[in-house]
């Protein structure tokens, strides 16, 4: 079996930055609902929220990425598969649902204010630079 051409990415902002993640990994994207902390949990860790009666942690993808603070709380939150896992990922923006060329991306590139161990590769549509984020290493963060 061949290996596919294209690429379905959500687009979202953290702060100043483009992400994108592979859309097959989001389940859903909610309006983000005040979190309630957890005490002990990890810093990236903005709380949990109930989603239809199931508690969802949700992870603060500013904190996550390694950004500071807006000062304005995250307007999405993307719903995640992690293989038997679900979590939650805050976010400011949700962008764009696009489907790109793979071969546009540039595989460990650079992207100027991403942590370099979060970004997988770069890529660029409708003029938006953006960053195709490692979601296992922005994950791993919960422990």
Do not use: K, Y
């Not at 204010?113 to 984020?133: D, K, S």
């Amino acid at each position: 079996m061949s290996e596919p051409t294209t690429l379905r990415l959500l687009l979202f902002r953290l702060g100043p930055l483009v992400c994108a993640v592979p859309a097959g990994l989001v389940r859903e994207v909610i309006p983000a609902d005040p979190p309630v902390r957890i005490p002990g949990a990890a810093a990236a860790v903005a709380g949990l929220v109930n989603v239809r009666g199931t508690l969802l942690i949700v992870v603060d993808g500013r904190r996550a990425a390694g950004l500071p603070d807006s000062g304005h709380p995250a307007e999405s939150v993307l719903i995640v598969d992690r293989g038997d896992r679900t979590v939650g990922l805050s976010v400011d923006l949700v962008e764009d649902l696009i489907e790109v060329g793979v071969e546009s991306l540039v595989a460990g590139a650079a992207m100027p204010g991403a942590e370099p161990w979060l970004v997988r590769a770069v890529g660029e549509h409708a003029g938006l630079v953006f960053a195709v984020l490692d979601t296992e290493a922005l994950f791993a963060q919960l422990g």
